[in-house]
């Protein structure tokens, strides 16, 4: 099978990756406008319940994921990948029964004694989280065929429907909500008929891409034998997945019932921006960790690192360049994006270190990657262990007595110390010798030139004029643009990328 390029992949995944982060950009002040705070506050709660509710995930999207690209480097790869396909399917099956099932019979309890709501009726209430129920288990096998999509490489189909679809999500929501009915229940139900159109969607391309199998498959079959293969793949994932939720989600989840269902609205824009920073590495390991995975199913391990390396200072690059801006400029980039001096207010000091944290995870991500390729996660289990004894205490401490506001601090100090800790272990593990020169060459030195170079920016910020929300987004954003054109040069990948480029220029030209 031909390998698709790595370079069209993630151009695929950054524009896709782009349009998405725009659409949520403009279209979610429009939500708190035509919603309200608590109806807002609702959708964010959605969001929470969505990430816990992964736990019954168990580890199977990212293993089939992981399983497709290795077949791809095998012969005959794809005959035994059919058959966990069909087995993942039935559990899934069985787990999407027990989500929304789960979700239905806890709706009046999460209504009634949980949600802090002052406006909102609980019958209401109810409605709409058993919708979320609904729409739990269709995301989850849109999941797995997604994942499946992405080890194939077929990145540039996936990112094309993925703009049709957040189209009719957000800007189809947004124009029910101005032209028929800013009723939160008719949200939900138009955003579960587009959960269900995004299901077929992408389960249909999944199996048009899908080599054939030289052996006859049942529709619907179990093959223990397939499941036990990976099973110790799988629950590793499922495990070290289940931590990092408790870890990363601990924290809202208790602020979810300390903040009113309006405050948790204000606290769910703090999370979408900073968690806009940890979508940012998410076209560069789309498009690197299959081609990891590739790469040492045939014996390529020095093009492997190398790989690995190079999408280390992409990721440093980019996201330390948007995380210590938006940190820096919390209050007028919220105030510019929503209208609101008062959410602008309230949440500048909590986005500073949110945007911080998620942008030393978007680093720390890295050396989990290096695991999925080797298919071996027992470091990552007992790191995930080690992270979830120590964190969870702690941030739910933080968050019931400091708010939201110590909940952004632990994040970001917690982030910082786990990375300085665990990522030499794993690196000693599985590449010896690389640690200090990738901590040093592929991190610390872009960091450095990002935080000068944005540091100036603050001081050169024009705080002594009144600009419009269009004059404050346009000075940002081109304040940044100098941060990304500035810090490129310290990457020696970036820097050998466009060597290359002049050369083959100056060729043409001398031709």
């Not at 790595?6 to 406008?33: C, E, F, H, S, W």
């Not at 005959?79 to 099956?93: C, M, P, Q, V, W």
């Not at 939720?245 to 208790?254: G, M, N, P, R, T």
Request: hydrophobic share 55%; net charge positive; aromatic share 14%.
């Amino acid at each position: 099978m031909k390998n698709p390029s790595i370079k069209r992949n993630t151009i695929a995944n950054y524009i896709g990756q782009m349009y998405v982060m725009v659409i949520g950009i403009v279209v979610t002040p429009l939500y708190l406008d035509n919603l309200g705070a608590e109806a807002y506050g609702l959708v964010g709660f959605f969001a929470l319940l969505q990430a816990w509710m992964n736990l019954l995930d168990i580890g199977l999207t990212p293993t089939l994921g992981r399983q497709i690209a290795h077949a791809r480097g095998k012969e005959n790869g794809f005959d035994e990948f059919r058959k966990l396909l069909k087995s993942f399917e039935l559990i899934f099956f069985g787990l999407a029964f027990l989500a929304i099932f789960g979700v239905y019979f806890a709706s009046d309890w999460l209504a009634s004694n949980w949600i802090n709501a002052q406006q909102l009726a609980v019958e209401v209430m109810v409605y709409c989280i058993t919708l979320m129920g609904v729409m739990i288990g269709m995301r989850w096998f849109a999941g797995l065929y997604r994942s499946g999509i992405n080890g194939l490489e077929d990145q540039v189909w996936l990112n094309i429907a993925n703009i049709v679809l957040i189209s009719l999500k957000f800007v189809g929501a947004l124009a029910l909500l101005i032209f028929v009915s800013a009723d939160i229940r008719h949200f939900f139900e138009y955003q579960l008929v587009i959960g269900l159109i995004e299901l077929l969607v992408v389960m249909t391309r999944f199996y048009t891409k899908l080599p054939a199998s030289k052996i006859p498959i049942p529709i619907i079959s179990f093959h223990l034998d397939s499941v036990k293969a990976v099973a110790p793949f799988a629950l590793g994932i499922a495990y070290s997945t289940g931590m990092w939720i408790i870890v990363s989600q601990a924290d809202k989840l208790v602020l979810s019932g300390v903040l009113t269902l309006a405050e948790f609205g204000y606290f769910s824009l703090v999370i979408l921006i900073s968690g806009a920073i940890l979508a940012l590495t998410s076209p560069i390991s789309s498009a690197v960790q299959p081609r990891m995975t590739y790469l040492l199913s045939n014996g390529r391990e020095a093009d492997m690192l190398t790989l690995y390396r190079g999408g280390t200072q992409l990721v440093t690059w980019v996201t330390m360049s948007v995380s210590i801006m938006v940190a820096l400029f919390s209050e007028p980039l919220m105030y510019a994006w929503t209208g609101n001096k008062e959410v602008a207010a309230w949440s500048k000091k909590i986005l500073f270190w949110f945007a911080l944290g998620n942008g030393a995870l978007a680093i720390i991500a890295f050396q989990y990657y290096l695991q999925v390729a080797h298919g071996k996660l027992k470091l990552h289990v007992y790191g995930s262990t080690i992270s979830a004894i120590i964190d969870v205490p702690i941030v739910i401490y933080i968050a019931l007595n400091y708010g939201a506001i110590g909940a952004g601090i632990a994040w970001f100090v917690l982030r910082v110390l786990w990375g300085l800790f665990w990522t030499p272990i794993v690196h000693y593990r599985f590449a010896p010798g690389l640690h200090w020169k990738w901590l040093f060459n592929d991190v610390l030195v872009i960091v450095l030139v990002v935080a000068l170079t944005a540091l100036i920016m603050q001081y050169l910020y024009p705080t002594n004029i009144v600009l419009s929300r269009p004059e404050i987004f346009a000075v940002l954003i081109a304040m940044g643009g100098m941060v990304l054109a500035i810090s490129c040069l310290s990457s020696s990948f970036i820097r050998g990328k466009l060597q290359n480029i002049l050369k083959r220029r100056y060729a043409k030209f001398k031709n």
